[in-house]
Nanobody, 128 residues
Framework: QEQVAESGGGLVQAGGSLRLSCFSS????????MGWFRQAPGKAREWVGC??????????YYQDSVKGRFTISRDNAKNMLYLQMDSLKPEDTAMYYC???????????????????WGQGTQVTVSS
């Protein structure tokens, strides 16, 4: 059974850092692009960024508001995805989700509908 599970959320002060992790099982992790999304209360789920598959060369892509502050990485040997978040702002407060997208080409998608498997989310709260 395909599973994706996030961990590492918590409460942090503005300017601080958190590292989210996402473990995947039940599918061939290396052929899936992986994305991070977030959803704040009363708002739509938004794309944070994504990382492409090893097969076509690993590239990362980010939403403008997190560029230079967030870093996505993956460890294919461990089926792990990471989101390093630095210089956190109160507007980063949200439930964070990781998701897996089956890819047959380079790149990765920003649209949530392109993703096949989703985790349950981990809460990140940034206090001012």
């Amino acid at each position: 059974q395909e599973q994706v599970a996030e961990s590492g959320g918590g409460l942090v002060q503005a300017g601080g850092s958190l590292r989210l992790s996402c473990f995947s099982s039940g599918f061939t992790f290396g052929v899936y692009a992986m994305g991070w999304f977030r959803q704040a209360p009363g708002k739509a789920r938004e794309w944070v960024g994504c990382i492409s598959t090893l097969l076509y060369g690993i590239d990362t892509y980010y939403q403008d508001s997190v560029k230079g502050r967030f870093t996505i990485s993956r460890d294919n040997a461990k089926n792990m995805l990471y989101l390093q978040m630095d210089s956190l702002k109160p507007e980063d407060t949200a439930m964070y989700y990781c998701a897996a997208e089956r890819r047959f080409s380079s790149g990765c998608s920003s649209g949530p509908g392109r993703y096949n498997y989703w985790g349950q989310g981990t809460q990140v709260t940034v206090s001012s």
